[in-house]
């Protein structure tokens, strides 16, 4: 309610970023009161940016739509992106730099942060913990301060990511890539534990390929357009299926191997005699291949993000096979592809703090405190150990708290910089206002630990990009900000690598399902991985599935409910892992009757309230 009151101007003071900015459509010099002005910038989620439009009145952003010009987008944003608006006016932001001093904390000034963070540079014992992003200029810092500082070591954390993507095309070609689907061309589109309608990152691009694919079939001569849903619980894309078939998420690796041995497609010899023996298919997978093989060519097969490497290796196989590479899949490099998983990553962090060999830790946007999984101690105690602990970030939140010091960052409207999105394109952000309690991005913070006289976030940025302007810089960096993006900057290809072999173990592994019932945890499609708890107008959003607002709860189906002997609302205990859970459970058609669905975000601490 608060940051509702202060978008309808209840926040006073509001100013304008020093350096130039530039609207989406032409206006006369100066600022004419009362009219609203659209500039084009971006926002980022998961490694990748989305171009939005962003509406301003006198100095005051109010609105954030998708871009519609932007080469990859349909114009149209998520809930998440519509609301993050509200997230600037979010009265439990960060305000100031804090200390902790004894049993409480203090105000601080960016003047003492500063003395820290450069002796931090100073320090031949710093590790960064940061949120990945595709930011270049992020990046570039990133190299400068791992070549200032030799022994440093950097981490990046994120519960939600794409690893398994991104290994498993390593495994298969060699290199990591990022597969980018045209859905407009799949006329039969098979998802395993996939849902490129609302989950992935890229759904606002697959919803509008897949809803022009459905809709331009000739009253002569339709178009097939089948989808098929493979899933343990029920998703937006299952819900529009024409096929669904309810399965374990632990049992996909073995239809997809099924799949893959009734397509006949070829594969190396090692991957082809662990197909096989996955053993035969039922009629509904023959169904679906022989589907797949009628629109050779015009067909995907897509493998969803809590699938193993060797799942989507051996699903990109059978796309192979089937020649959709270069028609209704492309693939885009990747930065920083030889990277560890995130959870190797995490875990490599902690060892290194407890043998000592962390002396300054930096936390940059990350939460391990609340989002990491459990290890031998907590993320709070690791953090404990270490002797000087700085965290930045726009909420003073559980992690924030566990350190030393807490800078307080900016929100991405506040911020100048640049990410690539889901086909590589380079996307701009620009501020609409000048940060409204001070803060400092990621990239202003780098510069400050690294340089005595640190570089502005404008001029960080502008340095990254210039090298692909042409011979009038200030001409083409007007051009980008005004569109919101790079021209023809898309890194995707139309080909791939051959296949290759060698995952014939990691598929075996991925086969050997345990038995009985499992539990599953969602990115949530309104909190995502928790990070928007104190965003209103997205707590009172309805979940697109069940319709639940301002709560979480159990996923379970209809005849384990009967099993168990329990309705809707029911407390009900979950236990996995030596952890116990006690929530209300929410039955739900379609669901596998051996899942229980969980969607994470939830149980958050925020100033003096839990979410």
């Not at 239809?255 to 005699?273: C, E, K, M, N, R």
């Not at 960096?477 to 023809?488: E, Q, R, V």
Request: aromatic share 6%; net charge negative.
């Amino acid at each position: 309610m608060g940051a509702s009151m202060a978008l309808a101007g209840g926040l006073a003071g509001c100013h304008w970023p020093q350096q130039q900015i530039l609207p989406h459509t032409s206006r006369p010099e100066g600022r004419a009161p009362g009219v609203p002005v659209t500039y084009a910038s971006c926002w980022e989620q998961q490694e990748v940016a989305e171009g939005v439009l962003v509406t301003s009145y006198d100095g005051r952003p109010i609105r954030v739509d998708g871009n519609g010009d932007h080469p990859f987008q349909s114009g149209a944003a998520t809930s998440q992106i519509q609301a993050s608006v509200l997230g600037l006016y979010d009265p439990g932001r960060s305000s100031e730099p804090t200390q902790n001093r004894g049993d409480h904390r203090v105000a601080a000034s960016w003047e003492e942060a500063a003395k820290v963070l450069r002796a931090a540079g100073r320090s031949g014992k710093v590790s960064v913990l940061a949120a990945p992003t595709s930011s270049m200029a992020f990046a570039t810092m990133r190299k400068r301060f791992l070549r200032q500082v030799p022994s440093a070591h950097w981490h990046e954390w994120a519960p939600l990511h794409r690893d398994s993507e991104r290994l498993g095309t390593e495994q298969l070609y060699g290199r990591p890539m990022r597969p980018v689907a045209d859905l407009s061309r799949a006329r039969v589109l098979v998802c395993l534990d996939a849902d490129p309608l609302m989950s992935h990152p890229a759904s606002l691009a697959h919803s509008s390929g897949w809803a022009a694919l459905r809709t331009s079939a000739d009253d002569d001569e339709p178009i097939l357009s089948r989808v098929y849903v493979v899933e343990s619980t029920l998703s937006v894309t299952g819900s529009a299926a024409d096929v669904r078939i309810p399965a374990r998420t632990a049992d996909i690796a073995k239809i997809a191997a099924q799949l893959a041995a009734a397509t006949g497609v070829p594969l190396p010899a090692d991957i082809a005699s662990v197909v096989e023996a996955a053993g035969p298919a039922d009629e509904q997978i023959l169904q679906m291949a022989a589907d797949l093989k009628s629109q050779s060519g015009n067909c995907l097969v897509m493998a969803g993000d809590r699938q193993p490497a060797a799942v989507h290796a051996l699903v990109h196989a059978v796309n192979a096979g089937l020649g959709t590479v270069g028609k209704t899949l492309r693939f885009a490099e990747v930065e920083r592809g030889e990277r560890p998983a995130h959870i190797d990553d995490l875990a490599q962090l902690a060892d290194r703090i407890r043998a000592g060999e962390v002396e300054t830790l930096l936390i940059l946007g990350a939460n391990p405190v609340y989002d990491a999984p459990s290890l031998e101690d907590s993320w709070s105690e690791l953090i404990g150990k270490v002797p000087v602990s700085i965290h930045l970030g726009d909420h003073e939140n559980e992690t924030a708290r566990a350190c030393q010091w807490h800078l307080n960052g900016t929100h991405f409207l506040e911020e100048w910089g640049e990410g690539r999105s889901w086909d590589g394109t380079i996307t701009l952000r620009q501020p609409l206002i000048a940060p409204l309690y001070d803060g400092r991005s990621c990239i202003e913070v780098l510069s400050l630990l690294l340089e005595d006289e640190p570089k502005s976030g404008h001029d960080s940025v502008r340095a990254v990009l210039e090298p692909l302007a042409g011979s009038d810089r200030d001409a083409s960096w007007k051009s980008w900000l005004h569109d919101g993006f790079i021209p023809g900057s898309s890194n995707t290809v139309d080909s791939a690598p051959e296949i290759r072999g060698g995952w014939a173990s990691a598929l075996e592994s991925a086969l050997e399902a345990p038995e009985g019932d499992e539990i599953v945890f969602l990115a949530d499609h309104c909190l995502f991985d928790g990070r928007y708890a104190n965003n209103g107008w997205l707590q009172e959003l309805p979940d697109p599935i069940t319709k639940v607002t301002w709560d979480n709860c159990a996923l379970i189906a209809p005849s384990k409910a009967t099993e168990m002997g329990v309705k809707t609302g029911d407390l009900i205990q979950l236990s996995t892992g030596g952890r116990e859970l006690e929530m209300p459970a929410f039955v739900l058609p379609c669901m596998n009757p051996r899942t229980v669905a969980v969607a994470l975000g939830y149980g958050r601490l925020l100033s003096d309230r839990a979410v």
